[in-house]
């Protein structure tokens, strides 16, 4: 059963290990900005790097758990392949907006995207589930059998 997560499990910590860079990040920048907390504002320097931060913060729920959706409804290889394209994207968003407000904006649709086909992934797992354990109908086969892979035409019903 392990082996059907593990990979997604390995891409959850190297997420998690992601979020401590960016937190580290913004504890170097109040002191080399010198903005003690609770103050969350100072130079642009010291915002960018705090919102570059807090932004990724703020999508990394959906991130998880849409991560895991997709890895155990749809397909564990391709979510994982998804998640690392997604944090790769968020280490350049967080580069990027370091630098210029307009740099993150590249990264940010780049990441975006790549969580859309995520919760596409998800969509898709979960309405063939419901399909396979609540109406006996197998969507991947029909599916195949619709583009004509398989020769066995019409849906296929277990039991
Ligand atoms: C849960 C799925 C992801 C939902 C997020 C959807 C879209 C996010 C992706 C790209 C959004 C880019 C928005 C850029 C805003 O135009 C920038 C605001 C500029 C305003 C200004 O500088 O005056
Ligand atoms: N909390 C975000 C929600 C919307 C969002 O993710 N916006 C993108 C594109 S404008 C962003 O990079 N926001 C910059 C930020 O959160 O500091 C915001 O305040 O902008």
Redesign the pocket.
């Known amino acids: 059963m392990l082996d059907q997560v593990v990979l997604i499990a390995g891409v959850t910590v190297l997420g998690v290990l992601e979020q401590a860079y960016f937190s580290l990040q913004v504890i170097y920048a109040r002191r080399k900005y010198s903005v003690s907390p609770p103050s969350t504002s100072g130079p642009p320097g010291f915002d960018r790097v705090f919102r570059a931060q807090a932004n990724c913060s703020e999508?990394f729920p959906?991130f998880i758990t849409?991560l895991w959706v997709s890895g155990l409804f749809f397909s564990q290889g391709l979510s994982a392949l998804c998640g690392l394209l997604y944090l790769y994207g968020r280490y350049l968003y967080f580069r990027g907006y370091a630098k210029s407000?307009h740099g993150r904006?590249a990264p940010?649709?780049f990441?975006?995207k790549v969580?859309?086909v995520l919760?596409g992934f998800s969509t898709l797992g979960i309405l063939g589930s419901v399909c396979w354990f609540y109406l006996d109908l197998d969507l991947t086969q029909l599916a195949s059998s619709v583009l004509g892979l398989t020769e066995e035409g019409g849906g296929s019903y277990k039991g």
């Open positions: 999508y959906i849409i407000a904006l940010l649709y990441s975006a969580l859309w919760i």
